[in-house]
């Protein structure tokens, strides 16, 4: 059973550029969560969504950031003109919303370190 | 607004030495409380949840406990395989399902 997935490991983009990061959630997860890791920062929430749908968008900044989770394909995070202060480390979690559960285990990718120069 | 605070930042311990890791909370009801494990480049690994306080978790060498204020993870007799970052998190009652971590305590365990 793959765990959730996160492509690229790595990306290199230039000031303005567009970062695009793909989350593909555990099979049968249809729950997905981003954060951000800002260095020598904890994890902060960005965005909850289910498929089709947002949830939570309340950690995302204003501008230049957007999410989705389609109906069909992986979770993505894109992030528009970056700036300098958007390198950090963007992680993807999932879980499976078990109807009944009273709590939900959000489990992680390996994540996607973006650096701008 | 919910906080995590973790303390220490970061921990030295030889081989065997057994100690603690402390999270502080502030969370308007708690939901679950949550540890995780990172590994240097790899994303957080679930080690345990809690619900309430008096709860209890062991997982080989780690137990983690749970008060109204504070959990604490417990590490005994520890190997240098357990050196990482050890995350908590929060998650509150109603509303979305985010969790809000801490800054995490880096843990290395000498031989």
């Known amino acids: 059973n793959a765990g959730v997935m996160q492509n690229p490991r790595h990306l290199v983009r230039r000031r303005g550029q567009e970062a695009r990061l793909r989350c593909s959630p555990m099979k049968g997860h249809s729950h997905v969560y981003w954060y951000r890791q800002l260095p020598e920062e904890g994890l902060k929430f960005m965005v909850y969504l289910q498929k089709e749908n947002i949830i939570d968008e309340s950690g995302m900044p204003k501008e230049r950031f957007s999410a989705e989770f389609p109906k069909e394909g992986p979770s993505i995070l894109r992030i528009q003109q970056v700036v300098r202060g958007d390198s950090a480390a963007y992680f993807c979690?999932?879980?499976?919303?078990?109807?009944?559960?009273?709590?939900?285990?959000?489990?992680f990718g390996a994540g996607t370190r973006l650096s701008v120069l | 607004e919910d906080q995590v605070t973790q303390s220490p930042e970061a921990l030295r311990l030889q081989e065997g030495e057994s100690s603690s890791l402390n999270c502080s909370y502030t969370?308007?009801?708690?939901?679950?409380l949550f540890w995780y494990r990172q590994d240097p480049g790899k994303g957080p690994e679930f080690l345990f949840t809690?619900?309430?306080a008096g709860e209890e978790k062991e997982k080989e060498r780690l137990k983690a406990t749970l008060t109204k204020k504070e959990s604490f993870l417990h590490i005994t007799a520890p190997k240098p395989e357990d050196s990482a970052t050890y995350l908590c998190a929060v998650q509150a009652r109603g509303g979305s399902e985010k969790l809000v971590f801490g800054k995490g305590t880096k843990l290395t365990v000498n031989p």
């Open positions: 809690l619900y309430s």
């Open positions: 979690a999932s879980s499976p919303r078990e109807q009944g559960a009273s709590l939900n285990i959000q489990y």
């Open positions: 969370v308007s009801g708690l939901r679950g």
